[in-house]
């Protein structure tokens, strides 16, 4: 079975661009969940999505957006890039947006602003 | 607040030593307690979770880990470390929030490196 799928693995973008990041959960899970993972920091969170809505947000700005698509794969979005906004995006799902039993993580978008 | 401690930034052991791990949460209420390893460039694997029942939990790749609740601590152990251990890792503490979703809290890691 495919684990977690993220793409595209790396990417470099300059300051005031957009982003797109893309995720696609295990088969059979419905809640997916973003990270940023910022060099030397663990991950912090930053969205949680369940059945195409979103339960959760963490301390980001506006700038970060996400959505969630019948199929239960989720785009990650982020607007007028800062050089701060370099990090790993990480991608986790669960099978349920309570389930603390099995979250598992993608390998990650490197995202590199310049 | 909650909050993930860990207090080791840097550990360095000999190939074959054993290893421990701190990790110190902060969690108002019944922690769910996690610990994940991250190689270079990659994502995280899961080691190991505690939600309830035995406090000694175990988990993959011969660690295993100790919540005790009187010390807010969840260490990982290992009891000989191999090379291929060398990695970052991660403790998280996970739970409901207000609002009705989940996630996680990381500590900020502990980098491994084995000497052969």
């Known amino acids: 079975d495919a684990g977690v799928t993220q793409s595209p693995t790396h990417l470099i973008k300059t300051r005031g661009q957009h982003v797109t990041l893309r995720c696609s959960p295990i088969s059979g899970h419905k809640s997916v969940s973003w990270y940023q993972q910022v060099l030397g920091q663990g991950p912090q969170f930053i969205f949680q999505y369940y059945e195409k809505e979103e339960r959760g947000r963490g301390n980001f700005p506006d700038r970060f957006s996400a959505r969630q698509f019948p199929n239960y794969s989720s785009e990650l979005n982020v607007n007028a890039l800062l050089l701060g906004d370099s990090a790993l995006y990480l991608c986790a799902s669960s099978l349920e947006v309570d389930d603390n039993y099995g979250y598992t993580f993608g390998s990650g978008t490197r995202l590199t602003v310049v | ?116």
Do not use: M
């Not at chain 2, 175990?58 to 152990?77: C, D, H, P, T, V």
């Not at chain 2, 739970?95 to 980098?111: C, D, E, H, Q, V």
């Open chain 2, 1 to 116: 607040a909650q909050s993930v401690t860990q207090p080791d930034i840097h550990i360095t052991v000999s190939e074959g030593a054993s290893l421990e791990l701190r990790c110190n949460y902060s969690y108002g209420a019944t922690p769910y307690l996690f610990w994940y390893v991250q190689s270079p460039g990659q994502g995280l694997q899961l080691l190991l979770k505690y939600f309830s029942g035995d406090t000694l939990v175990q988990g993959i790749k011969g660690f295993e880990a100790e919540f005790k609740r009187s010390q807010s601590s969840f260490n990982l152990r290992k009891p000989s470390v191999h090379w291929s251990d060398a990695a970052e890792y991660f403790c998280a503490v996970g739970g409901r929030f207000s609002g009705g979703y989940n996630k996680l809290i990381f500590g900020a890691g502990t980098r491994l490196a084995v000497h052969p």
